[in-house]
């Protein structure tokens, strides 16, 4: 499985950015498809996910400005990402988990994209 994501840039307080997401390859569904982001310092954190059934989770610093949506026949992912924050700053990752059933039992898998970065400054 391998996701290419675009869309990241610089951009002012207050601004707003899209990011997109296409996974390609063996893609289960189930699923869930996520970003995730890693400021500088910081360990890597869950910014928004949804499942294939259309269930999503953010964390609380994104809620009410960040809206997350997926097209499951496309197998892409979209961040749009509304009254940015110089906090915002971080290198955005797309990320896709799911089970697979083989004969040993249930394995979970998981795969992340490269990363693109996202700068909000003045």
């Known amino acids: 499985v391998q996701l290419e994501e675009s869309g990241g840039g610089l951009v002012q307080p207050g601004g707003s950015l899209r990011l997109a997401c296409a996974a390609s390859?063996?893609?289960?569904?189930?699923?869930?498809m996520g970003w995730y982001r890693q400021a500088p310092g910081k360990q890597r954190e869950l910014v928004a996910s949804?499942?294939?059934?259309?269930?999503?989770n953010y964390v609380d610093s994104s809620k009410g400005r960040f809206t997350i949506s997926r097209d499951n026949a496309k197998n892409t992912v979209d961040l749009q990402m509304d009254s940015l924050k110089p906090e915002d700053t971080a290198v955005y990752y797309c990320?896709?988990?799911?089970?697979?059933?083989?004969?040993?039992?249930?394995?979970?898998?998981?795969?992340w994209g490269e990363g693109t970065l996202v700068t909000v400054s003045a």
């Open positions: 390859g063996r893609i289960v569904r189930p699923n869930v």
């Open positions: 949804m499942t294939s059934g259309g269930s999503t």
């Open positions: 990320n896709i988990k799911f089970t697979v059933y083989i004969i040993e039992g249930a394995r979970d898998m998981e795969y």
